[in-house]
């Protein structure tokens, strides 16, 4: 079965050391059972501060999931102060998880192919978009046989994608367009030609207007936005999870939703705006690699597209509005490719849900 790659893919190298915000700290490291059956009997380095009989005794199982005990300052243990690994320098690469094999490499195994994708979790993925943010992917529905009903979910994907990538179009616009669009195509009869209509120039270009025509409320976003925050951030905060990104974020954020800000928020925002704005090129970088990534994942259907599309702009706002609030407590300094690309590695970190936990946090 042949493997299908985005045009950055191939350029992707670890930075292992000099690694601003490393993958081995702060995240729950997920430890598959073939590789927990081999920890259970292979010595630990005898360097580890705490020494375990094995390897596996420095594990937890987590809602069913084996995963690696952080110390108390939140790293894996195995973690040196060099931030290389121990198991790695002690016992080669084969003694990975997989987890910490693959990251931040992503693979979706489809019944005709198999696509790969690097995740946004990673700065040096985010490193790699700032320096060519017009990413390249593999157009499915040209390269590959596929059953009639599949060719028209790749379709779908192939239109957004090019929504997504438009410089015309604002990253909301995109968005908001997109989101119409796929809410209103029909479950069934969709054919290739009623899906070229959705799609055209003359639907996109009347909706485009529409939208840019409706009246939103800055003030009705921005609390809405703050609930978001808090909400994501519940359980990272119970955990004492990246407190050095959240705890004055949440600070403002709870001020602001008691009323006790002193400023306009909505005369912030529109300053706020026109540095954002400026980042628009990363921002259409990253949506379109989640696009590419998730918006359709094995066995979905438009439905499952739907809530993916509304996954993935409710990831966007958060990493949106977290910014803005750093924005705010920075003094509203310029905001950096720094400033972006940390938001949206931590962030994409506290919202990478598997499907079933993607589906029970929108019912809640």
Known sequence: MKTYYPSYYKNFICIADKCPITCCQEWNIGVDDTTYDRWCHTAPPNDMPYLHKVLSDYTSLREHQHTITLNDEKKCPFLCKNKLCRLVLHHGDDILSETCTMFPREYHHFATHTEASLMPACPAVLDL???QPQLLFPKISEIVTLSPEEQILFQVRDHILQIVQCPDYSPELSLLESFYILSELPTTALSGTLLADYFSTETQTQLSAAITNMEFSTEDMLYECNELLQDLAVNYQKEGLYETFLTPLLDLAGSISSNTYPADLSQKWKLFRAHWDKHAPLLRAFLSNEIFA?????????????????????????IRYSIFLSWLLSGEHPLTYNDIRDAIVILTRMTGYDDDDIYEYLEN
């Open 129 to 131: 978009w700032q320096m």
């Open 294 to 318: 998730d918006l359709l994942l094995p066995d979905n259907d438009l439905n499952g597209m739907l809530i993916h599309l509304q996954w993935i702009g409710m990831e966007y706002a958060a």
